[in-house]
């Protein structure tokens, strides 16, 4: 009986630190990823731009996380900061609470700051995506819908090209490409890693690198298994990290905040700081 008690307190032990961990230290671990990214044809004065990838806040105030992001952002001193997405949770409420951390946000980077929506502000029943565009625009983020941008460093710039989200199909790859210059280089982004779909548009323009979100990096990551929990319909080909699809790059950020599940395993939150590198 002692042994077997011992057994049984050390497995209960055992189950409130991994309770700890996936609910409380892990999803608030977030972490710095580094990549580097060569393009041809990239003007002088981008070779080592610095661009910060936020993605999937789940946002439902703001609160700790929202807090660290701005700090953990605020030393990487970006040139951009990218959004692809999911800015609030279906179930947010406290709409006011979420907009004064993109105010935050926005002032810090006002000019530099831009991202597209994702399937939560679709599927939020407190609000709408028109009043979150607008709220978004409000605090200084701006929101590419379908539509390409000149960002500039002094007189020289690249293309930003920004898709709606394609999971709940108000995406218009063709629209969101129009009048551009083919020579120049292109990013592009996306809520969800399955625009790679439509990768015969991909190919004609020629986009240099895509910076997606969505899947969370699957939140449980068990090694060297493919993670089951991706909702995309690559299923979970994509799920994170860098990856080439002939001559564009893909990185898919494992995001910010949570949602469906409450934890994370082996997957922390992340933020992606990208390098730009002359080829």
């Known amino acids: 009986m002692r042994k077997k008690g011992r057994i049984f307190l050390a497995f209960l032990v055992f189950l409130i630190i991994l309770g700890w961990y996936i ?8 972490q710095i990823e580094k990549i580097n990214i060569e393009m041809a044809n990239l003007p002088e004065s981008f070779n080592d731009a610095k661009i910060v990838h936020l993605t999937d806040f789940h946002s439902h105030g703001f609160n700790k996380r929202e807090k660290m992001v701005l700090e953990m952002v605020d030393q990487l001193k970006p040139d951009f900061v990218f959004i692809t997405g999911d800015f609030i949770d279906r179930t947010t409420q406290d709409i ?15 000019g530099r700051i831009f991202g597209v929506l994702g399937n939560h502000e679709y599927q939020n029943k407190n609000t709408d995506s028109i009043s979150l565009e607008e709220s978004l625009e ?6 590419l819908d379908n539509e390409n941008q000149k960002i500039f460093q002094g007189d ?3 293309y930003l090209i920004g898709v709606d989200d394609p999971d709940t199909g108000n995406d218009n790859l063709k629209k969101a490409v129009v009048a551009i210059e083919k020579d120049i280089p292109k990013i592009l982004l996306a809520h969800s890693p399955d625009i ?24 449980i990551k068990i090694p060297f298994i493919r993670p089951f929990w991706t909702p995309t319909k690559n299923r979970g080909k ?6 080439g699809i002939e001559d564009t790059y893909l990185y898919v950020n494992r995001g910010i905040g949570l949602s469906t599940l409450p934890i994370r395993f082996n997957c922390p939150p992340e933020i992606t700081l990208i390098e730009l590198r002359k080829k």
Do not use: C, R
């Open 23 to 30: 609910t409380l230290f892990e999803p608030n671990n977030i």
């Open 96 to 110: 006011n609470s979420v907009q004064k951390f993109w105010q935050e946000l926005g002032n810090q980077y006002q």
């Open 138 to 143: 409000k605090s200084k983020i701006v929101i």
């Open 156 to 158: 020289e710039y690249i």
């Open 196 to 219: 790679v779909n439509d990768f015969g548009s991909l190919k004609e323009e020629k986009i240099d690198l895509i910076l997606a979100g969505h899947t969370h990096g699957g939140q």
């Open 238 to 243: 994509y799920a994170s990290g860098l990856f």
